[in-house]
């Protein structure tokens, strides 16, 4: 039930062939990432998730976390799993070496991240929200702030959380009013309350930095007067190490769908006198600050899409191999199979491996493009990279994660009624996935996010350059002999053709009518995506036919990649002229019943 295998094979074929790991390896800083390197950490990381975390991930949703008097106690074998986890070093991945990190780049972390993600996405979330903490103390904190807190952080003796919702404050921050009053000395009083706080309290560390969002007196109405300011469990002794316990306390925790074994909690600050913070980087302009954080963390839970896609595709292919049940189509006289032979069953599972490759190879994609973006010499490529950063972490946190529930969805029906019995394991991943299209923004919050900022801001420069590459790709498969890419090359041109017919609508229409455009926005979001996903696999077929051609022995994973990018081609990307009409025509059906008539 627990079991899960990393796809080391498929991480290392994205990472090289796709994502450019040796242009990487190349980048300043970066010149010790070796191949032999790259392979022994994937090897540790994949034992450590399929020998340490996964056997948690069942019993640990089946217990759950445990709220008692205001502590927090993490189901069976967390504590030690977390023990082993930070003495591995696997907090410090991809952290400054000047705070005790390794300094790997991030397309490394982003394939370990997905096996952390896979393996027990309800442990994942703790170093998740750390990572982005650090990230943004790294970033915007005071010199004090850095030394105090990164280095405990970095080496996973304490752990970060972020603080943004309040009751009547969800994707609306402009309404957040938990406020802080300065003592005069550098520090300040925090008052409030928040929610969905994930491990905000647990017993993995002996201390939890928040980062939390609030008021100043004199601050300006809406997100213009928000701050940020560090807010850690237990306050600091003059030597570094916990002292006195803070005015923070949590006051209970969800009882939620999924991810029942990460602890999510409601956090109140200041019922006591007040909980002492410091003020990150300059005031009123904390949400600029966890921004930071919030950008990092989607592009996390769009992995934890990718992750659980693979963890219920294995789960299902495994069920497949092994359930017994009727007999072959068109084999006469034929005896009982396992249900692989089945020609739906087949569809459903090269559905589910098709999708979660494709979403694999644009995640590392991008993990490469954010490298390349850091750490490249020259300023014109750092900003190439950036621009196409910003475009796809949208599209990576949005797609991924709804694609993870259809996939999911898909796992349970290929278990037929044992998918639906809790002991099967295959609805946990299915409610687990749940979560991940809400957190860090919702997919229309993605969606608007693509549209606005990152498309008609720049009048679609950015996505015009992106399609422009698709287009390169897809006459290289033209080029190709043989029926598969002849299958290939149709939907992936008209896919492109549909995703740049909607994108120019949007460009077009924005300024204009903003509500038509909103309207088809996660239906374009998904456009982009699959067509996204379609570039990547259409790749990664010319890839394997070049290996086939030089006479590369793993023959047979590289005709493999060539049927699923065919199928990917015939059954998924043969989706996108539909959505582009629903983007260019589908506002009207959207917008023009009057509220009393739903």
């Given at each position: 039930?627990?079991?899960?295998?990393a796809p080391?094979?498929?991480?290392h074929?994205?990472?090289?062939?796709?994502?450019?790991?040796d242009?990487?390896?190349?980048?300043p800083g970066c010149e010790?990432?070796?191949?032999?390197?790259?392979d022994a950490i994937?090897?540790?990381?994949?034992?450590?998730?399929?020998?340490?975390?996964?056997p948690?991930?069942?019993?640990?949703?089946?217990?759950?976390a445990?709220w008692?008097n205001?502590?927090?106690f993490?189901?069976?074998?967390?504590?030690?799993a977390?023990?082993?986890?930070a003495?591995a070093?696997?907090?410090?991945?991809?952290?400054?070496p000047?705070?005790?990190g390794?300094g790997?780049?991030?397309?490394?972390?982003?394939?370990?991240?997905e096996?952390?993600?896979?393996?027990?996405?309800?442990?994942?979330?703790?170093?998740?929200l750390?990572?982005?903490?650090?990230?943004?103390?790294?970033?915007?904190?005071?010199?004090?702030?850095?030394?105090?807190?990164l280095?405990k952080?970095?080496s996973?003796e304490?752990?970060?959380?972020m603080n943004l919702?309040?009751?009547?404050?969800?994707s609306?921050?402009?309404?957040?009013r938990t406020?802080a009053?300065?003592?005069?000395d550098g520090?300040y009083?925090?008052f409030?309350?928040?929610?969905?706080?994930?491990y905000?309290e647990?017993?993995?560390?002996?201390n939890?930095?928040?980062l939390?969002?609030a008021?100043?007196?004199?601050a300006p109405?809406?997100?213009?007067?928000?701050?940020l300011?560090?807010?850690?469990k237990?306050?600091?002794n003059p030597?570094?190490?916990?002292?006195?316990?803070?005015d923070v306390h949590?006051?209970?925790?969800?009882?939620k769908?999924?991810?029942?074994a990460s602890?999510?909690?409601?956090l109140?600050?200041?019922d006591?006198?007040?909980a002492?913070g410091t003020?990150?980087?300059?005031?009123n302009r904390?949400?600029e600050?966890m921004?930071?954080?919030?950008?990092?963390?989607r592009f996390?839970v769009?992995?934890?899409?990718?992750a659980?896609?693979?963890?219920?595709?294995?789960?299902a292919?495994?069920?497949?191999?092994?359930r017994v049940?009727?007999?072959?189509?068109?084999?006469?006289?034929?005896?009982?199979?396992?249900i692989?032979?089945h020609?739906d069953v087949r569809?459903?599972?090269?559905?589910?491996?098709?999708?979660?490759?494709?979403?694999r190879?644009?995640a590392?994609?991008?993990?490469?493009?954010?490298d390349?973006?850091?750490?490249?010499?020259d300023e014109?490529?750092r900003?190439?990279?950036q621009?196409?950063?910003?475009l796809?972490?949208?599209?990576v946190?949005g797609?991924l994660t709804?694609?993870?529930?259809?996939?999911?969805?898909?796992?349970?029906?290929?278990?037929?009624?044992m998918?639906?019995i809790?002991?099967t394991g295959a609805?946990?991943h299915?409610?687990?996935?749940?979560?991940t299209?809400?957190?860090e923004?919702?997919?229309a919050?993605q969606a608007?996010d693509?549209v606005?900022?990152?498309?008609?801001?720049?009048?679609g420069?950015?996505?015009?350059?992106?399609?422009?590459?698709?287009?390169a790709?897809?006459?290289?498969v033209g080029?190709?002999?043989?029926?598969a890419?002849a299958a290939?090359v149709?939907?992936?041109a008209?896919?492109?053709?549909?995703l740049?017919?909607?994108?120019e609508?949007?460009?077009a229409?924005?300024?204009q009518?903003?509500k038509?455009?909103?309207?088809?926005s996660?239906?374009f979001?998904?456009l982009?995506?699959?067509v996204a996903g379609?570039?990547?696999m259409a790749?990664?077929?010319l890839?394997?036919?070049?290996?086939?051609?030089?006479g590369?022995?793993?023959?047979?994973?590289?005709?493999?990649?060539?049927?699923?990018?065919?199928f990917?081609?015939?059954?998924?990307l043969?989706?996108?002229?539909g959505?582009?009409?629903?983007?260019?025509?589908g506002?009207?059906g959207v917008?023009?019943?009057a509220?009393?008539q739903?």
């Open positions: 039930m627990s079991q899960y295998t080391l094979r498929d991480m074929f994205v990472m090289r062939e796709l994502a450019g790991l242009q990487v390896s190349q980048l010790e990432v070796s191949g032999d390197l790259v994937l090897d540790e990381a994949g034992k450590f998730a399929s020998g340490v975390l996964a948690l991930n069942w019993s640990g949703d089946q217990q759950g445990r008692e205001g502590e927090v993490t189901a069976d074998g967390w504590k030690d977390y023990r082993q986890f003495e070093g696997w907090t410090a991945l991809a952290c400054d000047e705070y005790g390794q790997l780049p991030k397309l490394i972390a982003t394939a370990v991240m096996m952390w993600k896979s393996s027990n996405m309800a442990f994942s979330l703790c170093p998740m750390t990572n982005g903490a650090i990230e943004a103390v790294s970033l915007c904190g005071t010199d004090e702030q850095k030394a105090a807190y280095p952080m970095v996973g304490w752990t970060g959380t919702t309040e009751p009547q404050a969800g609306d921050l402009a309404a957040v406020r009053e300065p003592q005069g520090t009083k925090i409030g309350q928040k929610i969905f706080i994930t905000g647990h017993d993995l560390t002996d939890i930095v928040h939390v969002l008021r100043l007196p004199d109405e809406g997100v213009k007067g928000i701050s300011f560090v807010v850690p237990f306050l600091l030597d570094g190490t916990p002292g006195e316990r803070n949590c006051v209970s925790i969800e009882h769908l999924g991810i029942h602890p999510t909690c409601v109140a600050f200041g006591n006198g007040g002492i003020l990150v980087g300059e005031p904390g949400l600050y921004f930071i954080m919030m950008n990092e963390a996390a769009g992995m934890e899409g990718l659980l896609a693979e963890r219920a595709y294995q789960k292919l495994a069920y497949a191999q092994e049940q009727g007999t072959e189509p068109g084999v006469r006289g034929g005896g009982k199979v396992t692989i032979h020609p569809r459903m599972l090269m559905s589910m491996k098709s999708q979660t490759e494709a979403m190879a644009l590392y994609v991008v993990g490469a493009a954010t390349m973006a850091h750490l490249h010499p014109k490529v900003a190439q990279q621009a196409f950063v910003d796809m972490i949208p599209v946190k797609w709804e694609t993870s529930i259809e996939v999911a969805s898909t796992g349970v029906q290929v278990h037929g009624g998918g639906f809790e002991e609805a946990q299915l409610r687990d996935a749940r979560i299209t809400i957190y923004g919702t997919t919050i608007n693509l606005g900022r990152k498309m008609a801001r720049e009048n420069a950015t996505i015009k350059a992106v399609i422009g590459e698709m287009r790709v897809c006459a290289k080029e190709q002999d043989g029926p890419f290939i149709g939907p992936l008209a896919g492109i053709d549909a740049e017919s909607a994108a609508f949007i460009v229409t924005y300024g009518d903003i038509s455009v909103l309207a088809g996660v239906p979001l998904r982009f995506g699959i379609g570039w990547q790749r990664a077929a890839v394997a036919q070049s290996k086939l051609a030089a590369d022995t793993d023959a047979d994973f590289y005709r493999a990649k060539i049927v699923t990018a065919r990917y081609a015939d059954h998924v043969a989706l996108a002229p959505l582009a009409h629903s983007v260019v025509k506002a009207p917008l023009e019943l509220e009393n739903f």
